[in-house]
């Protein structure tokens, strides 16, 4: 994999750098929360680990910075911060995977490599998904409503096409964690219900019929 590696503390970055690259992986070093996103934005990653606390340009920040240019290499957010909250307001900010310090080598190297099957997942040309008059192209990973555009995030367009893929049918939570964070599931995080919450502003518009609905003491439900 090349990987980008944007670290502000030198043991720490040292350590990563140097576990990485005897597993042969490709490693750039950016030391500023600057020098990373003009990284990032310059080349091409398979993945990108970014510390949440940086000098000049924090790790949330430069995580947003990248969504709003339409980057979408799959993201690490590494934090001392581990908390429920800390982590989906960086779920939320597009991380695809949140990993709290101290972490162990083998588990950040797992998550890299969860992250990048994930964003590489083989698709097919004009490979859509439809359900009623919902599409989704995974080749192009773009969603459209009767011709309306829906921007969506990563975990937004992973959740999205969760649930095309089992439409009608009721997806608990507990299935959409494991399935796309790879988290075993704790009853105690909201992850989910903000993902959903903020998916179903997109694609329900104001004037449509709901699609997607909620399932008391279930889950949820993608109805065409």
Known sequence: ?????????PQTAEYLRQGLTELGHSCDHAATGVD??????????????????????DGLSVLRALRAN????PVLLLSALGQIDDRV????????DY??????????IARLEAIVRRGHAPTAPGDTLTA??????????????????IELLTKEYQLLEYLMRHAGQVVTRTMMME?????????????????????????DAPGEAPMLHTVRGAGYRLDA
């Open 1 to 9: 994999m090349k990987l980008l590696l944007i670290e502000d503390d």
């Open 36 to 57: 990373g996103l003009t990284a990032a934005l310059t080349n091409s990653y398979d993945a990108i680990v970014l510390d949440r606390d940086l000098p000049l340009l």
């Open 70 to 73: 339409a980057n979408r290499t």
């Open 89 to 96: 307001t960086g779920l939320e900010a597009g991380a695809d």
């Open 99 to 108: 990993l709290p310090k101290p972490f162990s080598f083998r588990e950040l």
């Open 132 to 149: 009623g008059d919902l599409s989704l192209d995974r080749l192009a990973r773009t969603a459209s409503r009767r011709g309306r555009r």
């Open 179 to 203: 399935a796309i964070w790879d988290y075993a599931f704790n009853p105690g995080t909201n992850v989910i219900d903000v993902h959903i919450g903020r998916l179903r502003a997109k694609i």
